[in-house]
């Protein structure tokens, strides 16, 4: 299922008291899936536009949010539509007129007629597709008629109407969508034009599924079933800018109905309305209708030409939140560490009698791991980490500690697995907010091991976490360096282990080797001994980045089959772990291996290789994601996919 919006491509070009400032994408129906695709729903435009830079920036500024923009029609002679938005402020408030004409040379680049063509549209759309569309022009009012999609419209001027009669008017829109909305202006001139009392009476003409008005600063009406309901805005903030606040509004509708599949529940309407009006709120304190989502794209004029007419556009270059990330981990890992967060592990009365669980899932998984390795280590008690359905599937009664590991604090799976569990003997691991957990996950004040300072709150953005996998382990490593009084120094360590695999893989992950595991599809990971941690780690990243598939096998369990797939298949792309030390069987496999295996050795044995090659695994998936130039933070996933993460039933 996708959110569809339908119509010709426009540029908006802003200016402030005279002076210009950017170019953005516009036009309601875009403005809708632009907000929606920010919300995480699949999108797509059937729309067409010049073969210009204009054009260009209209595409991309939708590109940029993910929307699907593949069939959107490129014209070699036609200039791309533009609006024109001044602002202008005065001495309370601000100002603005939207036209056609450019403010400074009075060009109009625009043409009247749709260029887009419904026969291409009417072939490609999917049956499950929902259709918008802000206008009844010919072309829409085609593609309209002649499909049995859920469609809605947002209508916000009626123009286009005057020069029917009341029966076309009617003919139009009478059962043709699933949703409509109008603004104020617009419900108002139907409603006398149509000879009509109310607006239940032009629900009742008109028989959509539901209808909503939007009344700016008076709120907003729901009509369903032929009932109404009106609401009182209840958050107004700051405006500087009210275009796009109905664009938004509806976005926010079309989501909430979305997720209710449809079904108007008026106990729900004024949720859906709250949810819609703190998103306007958003958009009105900036400028433009997309000033919220995605910034203005700055702009060069040439020489004496107008603005309008001709330009240069220098694309801004990508963050890549993974080189942030990476950046930022020997830095957030010290902080963490120097928070009291130690102490507070100190406090746990971790003993030879134990049976510990240490919960993880995703990146969190890997910290659990090597927590587990500490504690048996330092004890002798057994450890099991452990995914959290996996718990349900067990008798836990003689679960003396549960170890979670959550970089939120807050998530469900993990919470949910062990509720009915003694909320005395739970802990969790986070850089979550205290108040956030306690008042979420009911895990007791005491039990909440923050990593969390005013030196160190910011959080990592993106999907996939160094930080969430690495600190919890090194929580755990200084643990263990403290109860064996350690003469290593924890800070130099870890400084001493970045910067060795920093320069170490850059050298080893080279364009041959992606070569390599692009030809194959299928990346083999050997873990045993002390580099489990690494092992898990990096097949949870490369699996979620969605580059490659892999395969772990234990190094001894391998030599028992598993070499069937290695040759039959020609999977013969691996990643080889070690500790320092080398045992016999493991000189023998390495032998086997071949010049196809990328060996990564610690310059340490036991515990410190387990976390220096934890150190080697965020370096591995950086380097690799640096050459194949994406950014492995930031997966694209789909809409039906984040369904599934986001579940937060039974387990």
Not at 31 to 50: D, E, H, P, Q, R
Not at 539 to 547: A, L, N, P
Not at 570 to 581: E, H, L, P, R
């Amino acid at each position: 299922m996708r959110v569809v919006s339908i119509g010709d491509l426009v540029i908006d070009y802003y200016y402030k008291n005279g002076k210009f400032l950017g170019i953005n994408g516009g036009m309601t129906s875009h403005n809708i899936i632009a907000n929606l695709a920010k919300m995480g729903i699949k999108t797509a435009v059937f729309g067409v536009c010049g073969n210009d830079l204009q054009g260009k920036i209209a595409i991309k500024s939708l590109e940029n949010l993910k929307v699907d923009v593949s069939n959107v029609t490129i014209f070699d002679d036609v200039r791309t539509r533009c609006f024109h938005v001044s602002y202008f402020e005065n001495a309370s408030n601000w100002s603005f007129t939207s036209k056609k004409r450019c403010p400074f040379c009075n060009n109009k680049k625009w043409y009247e007629e749709s260029l887009i063509d419904t026969n291409y549209i009417l072939k490609n759309i999917n049956d499950d597709d929902i259709l918008v569309f802000d206008n009844l022009n010919n072309k829409n009012q085609i593609i309209i008629d002649n499909t049995s999609n859920k469609k809605i419209i947002d209508l916000g001027q009626y123009f286009e109407l005057e020069n029917l009669t009341n029966r076309e008017i009617i003919d139009k829109i009478k059962n043709k969508f699933e949703i409509i909305n109008f603004n104020e202006r617009v419900s108002k001139y139907l409603v006398k034009r149509l000879k009509l009392n109310t607006d239940k009476e032009l629900y009742n003409v008109l028989k959509p599924n539901f209808m909503t008005i939007t009344r700016g600063e008076n709120g907003a009406t729901f009509v369903s079933n032929g009932l109404v309901y009106n609401f009182n805005l209840t958050y107004k903030g700051d405006v500087i800018d009210s275009t796009g606040a109905g664009d938004a509004f509806i976005s926010s509708i079309i989501k909430d109905c979305i997720k209710n599949k449809f079904i108007y529940n008026p106990s729900l309407f004024e949720k859906w309305y709250n949810n819609s009006n703190r998103l306007t709120t958003k958009v009105v304190a900036k400028m433009g209708a997309r000033g919220h989502i995605n910034v203005l794209f700055k702009i060069k004029k040439i020489n004496n030409e107008c603005i309008c007419d001709s330009f240069i556009y220098n694309e801004r270059k990508q963050i890549k939140r993974c080189n942030i990330n990476i950046n930022n981990l020997e830095t957030r890992i010290i902080n963490a560490i120097n928070s009291n967060v130690s102490k507070k592990v100190n406090e746990i009365d971790f003993n030879e009698n134990n049976n510990c669980l240490f919960v993880g899932t995703g990146g969190s998984y890997a910290g659990a791991y090597f927590a587990s390795k500490v504690i048996n280590l330092l004890y002798g008690c057994n450890t099991y980490p452990i995914y959290p359905r996996d718990i349900l599937y067990r008798n836990n009664k003689n679960i003396d500690r549960v170890i979670l590991f959550s970089y939120s604090g807050t998530t469900n799976d993990i919470i949910n697995s062990v509720k009915d569990l003694n909320e005395k003997n739970i802990y969790i691991v986070t850089k979550g907010e205290l108040q956030n957990i306690v008042l979420k996950t009911g895990i007791l004040k005491k039990n909440i091991l923050s990593y969390r300072t005013s030196s160190n709150k910011g959080k990592e953005r993106g999907f996939l976490s160094f930080e969430g996998a690495v600190v919890p382990a090194a929580i755990f490593l200084k643990y263990y360096l403290d109860k064996t009084d350690s003469s290593v120094d924890f800070d130099n360590f870890i400084k001493t282990s970045m910067k060795n695999w920093n320069n170490e893989i850059g050298k080893i992950i080279n364009k041959d080797v992606i070569d390599k595991m692009k030809k194959h599809n299928l990346i083999n990971l050997f873990r045993g001994d002390y580099n489990n941690s690494a092992c898990y780690d990096l097949e949870s990243k490369i699996i979620e980045s969605g580059i490659f598939n892999c395969i772990i096998h234990e190094k001894k369990n391998f030599s028992h089959g598993r070499f069937i797939n290695y040759e039959n298949l020609n999977n013969v792309c691996s990643i080889y772990f070690k500790q320092k030390s080398t045992t016999k069987y493991e000189q023998e496999l390495l032998k086997y291996l071949g010049s196809n295996n990328i060996v990564i050795e610690s310059n340490y044995d036991g515990i410190l290789a387990e976390f220096d090659l934890l150190i080697a695994s965020q370096f591995i998936i950086y380097y690799i994601g640096k050459l194949m130039n994406i950014d492995v933070s930031k997966p694209k996933y789909s809409t039906d996919a984040m369904k599934i993460y986001f579940y937060k039933g039974d387990l």
